[in-house]
């Protein structure tokens, strides 16, 4: 059973920084195509934010670049996204997705609140 957990979300002041994990497990690392990391804002539509290929290549939305960064651990199977500088309007619900393809799995989801 596919498994896939988010964590490290929390209350943090505009400037300050969090780093968000998604942990997978139930699947091998060799089926996944990229892990990718969306966030969604009250009344909005979820957005991507960052990616995380099987050959490392990563991507980011404009709107983090330059802030954020996603990492991966293949041993413990987990993803990080390390936020820096945040700002209030990065204040969102973060999901991690698991990419297989012609498969997805989605965790639940960790809440980020930046307060001005």
């Known amino acids: 059973q596919v498994q896939v957990v988010e964590s490290g979300g929390g209350l943090v002041q505009a400037g300050g920084s969090l780093r968000l994990s998604c942990a997978a497990s139930?699947?091998?690392?060799?089926?996944?195509?990229?892990i990718d990391w969306y966030r969604q804002a009250p009344g909005s539509r979820r957005e991507f934010v960052a990616r995380i290929s099987s050959g490392g290549v990563t991507n980011y939305a404009d709107s983090v670049k330059g802030r954020f960064t996603i990492s991966r651990d293949n041993v413990k199977n987990t993803v990080y996204l390390q936020m820096n500088d945040l700002k209030p309007e990065d204040t969102a619900v973060y999901y991690c997705?698991?990419?297989?393809?012609?498969?997805?799995?989605w965790g639940q989801g960790t809440q980020v609140t930046v307060s001005s």
């Open positions: 997705n698991i990419d297989l393809g012609r498969l997805a799995y």
């Open positions: 139930g699947l091998t690392t060799s089926s996944i195509n990229g």
